[in-house]
């Protein structure tokens, strides 16, 4: 699907609703695309995936109406550029501090003149979408998201959110904490603090608030809804379907006979 809907969604103040991308696999994400998500989030900074490891994931993902977003491990312009060749409709860049950092992943992110990215989208040809047609047009589809994990990217947020060509200011929860100095802990109320602003913050304006919720189900992302989010990973489905395996192991040990609790 070219163009992918996802800008028009965050243009319109849509819920984008996703969910991480466990294992490098079409098997698995093709299971996961059935969910009826919006976005596919596939990391490459906290995994052994590589960008060259999910192409084929991207492409399925495009095929499907489905938004493929790569994170990528750092605000490398190489690794941005080969993030969206390799078929991402949208690219996460972690650890973006300054007006001046995101500026630098915008200039990577878009053909001149408004960027520097270099003309090669490879994807188009496995996807079968003309190249001439996709490279005149994809700044106009293509999604950034920047990650603000830090005190200085949260003191910066204003300058951050006014740099023109970023999408999406995405909260990362657990390098916050560690930034604060609470690392390993959860639902520090000082970072639930800070990750409320940003919502209410940014709720209103061009920028999308974002952010993923491991924990707490239905409820805290309806919560985070209420503060003004409206981008979110939503787990992953080896999470989930652990949970569901082990509840019903738990209830066939203790009382083995009552398989109608069983999910």
Avoid at 68 to 77: E, G, K, M, Q, S
């Amino acid at each position: 699907m070219y163009p992918n809907p996802l800008k028009q969604k965050l243009q319109r103040g849509d819920l984008v609703l996703g969910t991480s991308l466990p294992a490098p696999s079409l098997l698995v994400a093709g299971a996961i695309i059935q969910s009826d998500i919006d976005m596919l989030w596939i990391d490459t900074e906290h995994s052994e995936m590589t960008i060259e490891g999910v192409a084929d994931v991207a492409v399925l993902a495009r095929l499907k109406g489905v938004a493929p977003l790569i994170r990528v491990a750092a605000n490398d312009p190489a690794m941005i550029m080969k993030a969206y060749d390799a078929g991402a409709v949208a690219v996460m860049v972690p650890h973006v501090n300054t007006a001046d950092d995101a500026a630098r992943a915008v200039r990577s992110a878009r053909y001149p003149p408004d960027g520097r990215r270099g003309v090669s989208p490879w994807w188009c040809f496995a996807a079968g979408e003309d190249m001439g047609h996709v490279v005149k047009t994809a700044n106009q589809e293509t999604v950034l998201v920047v990650e603000l994990e830090s005190r200085e990217a949260y003191e910066n947020i204003d300058e951050i959110a006014q740099v023109e060509g970023i999408d999406v200011i995405f909260v990362g929860p657990t390098d916050l904490t560690a930034s604060l100095g609470f690392i390993g802990e959860r639902e520090v109320p000082q970072v639930e603090a800070i990750i409320e602003d940003v919502g209410r913050h940014l709720e209103g304006t061009p920028v999308i608030a974002g952010i993923a919720v491991g924990s707490g189900g239905v409820a805290a992302v309806q919560e985070k809804i209420r503060w003004g989010y409206r981008f979110f990973c939503m787990g992953s489905i080896l999470w989930y379907g652990l949970g569901i395996l082990k509840g019903n192991l738990d209830v066939l040990r203790s009382d083995p006979t009552s398989a109608s609790k069983v999910r």
